[in-house]
C-alpha cells in the first residue's frame, strides 16, 4: 500500500510538472519540431543533466534504497535496427498526436474523450507490435 | 495558465523523478511498458504478452498518478486546450480545437505509432531520452535521435496535411 501511494504520488508530481510546463501539449511539441521555441528543449536537456548528476552521485556513493539495498542501474540493450525503426515510429506517432506516453494518461484524465482515443490507439499499437513479434523473422 | 512554468525550473523538476524512483521504489524511469502490462492483463494468449509482468505493475500506478493530475488540473483550470499557445505556423486557428473527438482519428493513429514504435524502439521519452540517455547509453541516444528524426517528418510534412 504504502509502496503504491509513493508510486501514484511521483506519477501525481510527474503530471503536475508535465501540465505546469505545457509539455503535454499537442502546441508545444509543434512548436519543438518546428524550433520555434527553446523551451522544450530547455526541458529535456536540463532534465537529462538533472538526471545525470544524480545519477552519477547514486552510483559514486553507491547509494541504497529506502528499502536497504544496493541500487542498480542497468542501461537498455542496443538494438541497433529496433532503436532505429521503433523510434522513427514513435517520433512521427509523437508529432501527430502531440503526445508521447506520458502525456496520453495526462489527457485521459484532462480531456478524457482524445485521451481514451490515444490511449486506445497506443493500445492498439501495443497489441500490433505484440502480434508481429511472434512471427519469424518480423521485428 | 499561459504562461508556462520555465523549463529551467520544470526540466530538473523532472529529472528529480529519477533518483526519486530509484531511492524511493527501486525502479527504472519509464511508462510506455504500462501498455505491455494492460496487454499482458487483457490478452494473455499473445505471446509477447506472456511475460513477468509483475515487474512493470508500478508503472500502471504511475500512470494513474498522471491521470489524477490531469483530472486535478481539469477540475482547477477546466479544459487546457482552451489556451492559445505561442502561434505555432497557422496552427492559431487550430488551438482551440484541436483536442476535439473530430480530430479523434488523426489522434488514434497518432497513437498507434506511439504504442507500436514504443514497444518497438525498447522505451519512450521517458525510458530513453531521460533515463537511459542521462546514463549516456548509445542505444537510447540512438532511439533519441530517431524519435526526433520521425517527428520532424510528422510536424513538418504529415501534420500540415491531415489536420
Known amino acids: ?139 | 495558465m499561459n504562461t508556462p512554468l520555465a523549463w529551467y525550473f520544470a526540466g530538473p523538476l523532472i529529472g528529480l523523478i529519477v533518483p526519486l524512483l530509484l531511492i524511493l521504489r527501486e525502479k527504472q524511469f519509464g511508462i510506455s511498458s504500462s501498455y505491455r502490462f494492460i496487454g499482458a492483463t487483457l490478452l494473455p494468449k499473445i505471446k509477447y504478452f506472456n511475460y513477468s509482468k509483475e515487474q512493470d505493475r508500478w508503472q500502471i500506478h504511475f500512470a494513474l498518478g498522471l491521470i489524477l493530475s490531469g483530472f486535478a488540473a481539469f477540475q482547477l483550470f477546466g479544459a487546457f486546450d482552451k489556451v492559445v499557445i505561442q502561434p505555432v505556423l497557422d496552427y492559431e486557428k487550430a488551438a482551440v480545437t484541436i483536442y476535439d473527438v473530430k480530430n479523434g482519428l488523426q489522434f488514434f493513429l497518432g497513437g498507434i505509432l506511439v504504442g507500436f514504435g514504443a514497444r518497438y524502439a525498447n522505451g519512450c521519452t521517458a525510458g530513453h531520452c531521460i533515463m537511459d540517455v542521462s546514463q549516456f547509453a548509445t542505444s537510447s541516444i540512438i532511439a533519441t535521435v530517431s524519435f526526433f528524426v520521425g517527428g520532424l517528418i510528422g510536424s513538418l510534412f504529415i501534420n500540415p496535411i491531415i489536420f
Open chain 1, 1 to 139: 500500500m504504502f509502496k503504491f501511494i509513493i508510486t501514484l504520488l511521483l506519477g501525481f508530481a510527474f503530471g503536475l510538472i508535465l501540465l505546469a510546463s505545457q509539455a503535454f501539449s499537442w502546441f508545444r511539441i509543434q512548436e519543438m519540431f518546428h524550433f520555434q521555441s527553446f523551451h522544450m528543449f530547455g526541458l529535456l536537456f536540463s532534465a537529462i543533466g538533472t538526471s545525470a548528476v544524480f545519477l552519477f552521485i547514486i552510483k559514486r556513493k553507491k547509494i541504497k534504497s529506502a528499502q536497504g539495498n544496493q541500487i542498480e542501474v542497468k542501461p537498455k540493450k542496443l538494438e541497433l535496427k529496433a532503436n532505429i525503426i521503433g523510434g522513427l515510429i514513435f517520433g512521427l506517432g509523437w508529432s501527430i498526436s502531440g503526445a508521447c506516453s506520458a502525456p496520453v494518461y495526462i489527457l485521459v484524465g484532462l480531456h478524457w474523450q482524445i485521451g481514451l482515443i490515444l490511449l486506445a490507439g497506443a493500445f492498439t499499437g501495443t497489441v500490433i507490435f505484440g502480434l508481429l513479434k511472434g512471427k519469424n523473422g518480423l521485428l
